[in-house]
């Protein structure tokens, strides 16, 4: 019993036993289904059966001798730094306005994070109404005159008889997915640059208030580099959200039109759910991984480096 109570009490046993359950579940949810997974890409599995017979590297280089997975890979990129551009820039203006001290603050927070509380699927669908090519907010609210905004008289930013078609166009649906998924995460960064904020010693402000800095000066030359630490945790977890994101796509554009909006993630389930090559769609989800994996890796070095310094 003795021997019970000395081991409970060591630092060494209770930190394995704290560690123990997150590591069981990383192990059960993520390194299974991997595992899995790279044992797919080899084969030649179709749908309705998880064996095949081992073709080695095929599915890889068969993947990769597709035009619509190059399509795919660079739509990935052009989305994740697009998406993860914007959120950074409204996540360091957003977080230095939300902490200050105004009338109604609260609610404006609660605005802010209520996009990353609903639940995706219903946010995204809620777009798909805005973007829609009858009944689009968007195009109603800008072809019509705006004189109550701009001071003129009869301003159309659209045409109201041909206005755009936000998903039924390569480029604008491009751009819809990108505006949506950076409206998403934009709360999750603002928290965590607000939480990077309210780290900041009192003193620095006072200091910089004493030099003269104010305003946005203060934000580029004192806010952001105490904050770059902080901001690489959160672009490491955008880019991470955003590589492997699949729902925003598949509900606002499906990969289309004519798969112009086709990301990995979107292309994997086309080929290995929807077209049965289960082994092909495994091995291309399976691009992501040493990309994500080398974009972590030098994140959490300049991170680190930053903190350092």
Known sequence: MSW???????RRALAVVLIAPAV???LLVVGVPLVWAIYLSLTDAIGGSLTGNFVGLDNFTHAWGDANFRKALQNTLVFTFGSQAIVLVGAALLSHQLVKEFRGKWILRMLVVLPWAAPVA??????LWIFDSLFSVI????GHPIDWVLGFVGIDLVDPINPPQWLGRANLALIAVIMVHAWRVLPFAVVIFIAGLASIPTEVDDAAKIDGADGLKKMWWVTLPLQLPIALVALLFGIVFTAADFTVVFLLTGGGPFNATQMLTT????IGINSGSLGEGAAISLYLFPLLAAVSIAMLWFARRAQVS
């Open 122 to 127: 219903l946010g995204t669908l809620g777009w």
């Open 267 to 270: 292309w994997s389930f086309q």
């Open 24 to 26: 069981l579940f990383i």
């Open 4 to 10: 019970w109570r000395n081991l409970a009490e060591s």
């Open 139 to 142: 195009n109603w609210t800008a």
